[in-house]
């Protein structure tokens, strides 16, 4: 039902009309307060309601998120670096897409917001509460973990079939990533850090 509410309106299929804008800060800032941070707060009301908040990973963040969140920032990077190269030899057409990044402190301020919001939206949804809940169900591990992979790269599917396959790839590693620490800040982390680093990477 969460999955329905909060992120299926989004879901849309690649556009060959899709064209990325330059970053609007004011626009940014309206999407994390009035977007990000509700749909975060209904999630944790879901996932809190029976639980404690360290049963889906809300623990004191520490050294060891830290250094999950660079570990799997740096797969997520080598993988980005592959399939851009594997898209780019098997199907030359495939032009990236194109990135306006913020061009002053401000705009960056509010892309590492942003940035930081959506981490945590989608890893409290996908990783902690979904992967809780499924467990819950009685769901094993390998299943839940394809459940809550197909449901984050169908959120991505408009990035056209190279995004939806990194998506699938990032989502098993930040699954990954959250079962071996049974933490919600390493994943976030990352997310956001990745997010940010396709930005910079246009500069």
Not at 1 to 15: A, D, N, Q, T
Not at 126 to 135: I, Q, S, V
Request: aromatic share 14%.
């Amino acid at each position: 039902m969460l999955f329905w509410l909060i992120f299926l309106p989004g879901v849309s299929l690649p556009s060959e009309d899709f064209q990325m804008l330059p970053f609007d800060v004011t626009e940014e800032i309206l999407r994390v307060f009035l977007y990000d941070l509700p749909a975060f707060l209904l999630i944790l009301l879901f996932a809190f309601r029976s639980r404690s908040p360290s049963t889906i990973g809300f623990v004191k963040p520490g050294m060891a998120d830290a250094a999950i969140a660079g570990f799997v920032l740096a797969v997520l990077a080598l993988l980005a670096l592959g399939g851009g190269y594997l898209s780019s030899y098997l199907d030359p057409a495939v032009e990236g897409a194109t990135v306006y990044p913020p061009d002053d402190i401000p705009t960056w301020i509010a892309l590492l917001l942003g940035c930081v919001s959506t981490g945590y939206l989608e890893e409290t949804y996908f990783r902690a509460y979904l992967l809780t809940r499924l467990k819950e169900l009685g769901v094993a591990d390998i299943p839940a973990i394809a459940t809550s992979v197909a449901l984050f790269a169908l959120c991505h599917i408009y990035e056209g079939p190279w995004g939806a396959l990194n998506a699938v790839l990032a989502g098993l590693v930040f699954s990954l990533a959250y079962r071996f620490r049974r933490s919600v800040h390493g994943p976030a982390w990352a997310h956001a850090a990745y997010n940010a680093l396709v930005y910079a990477s246009a500069l």
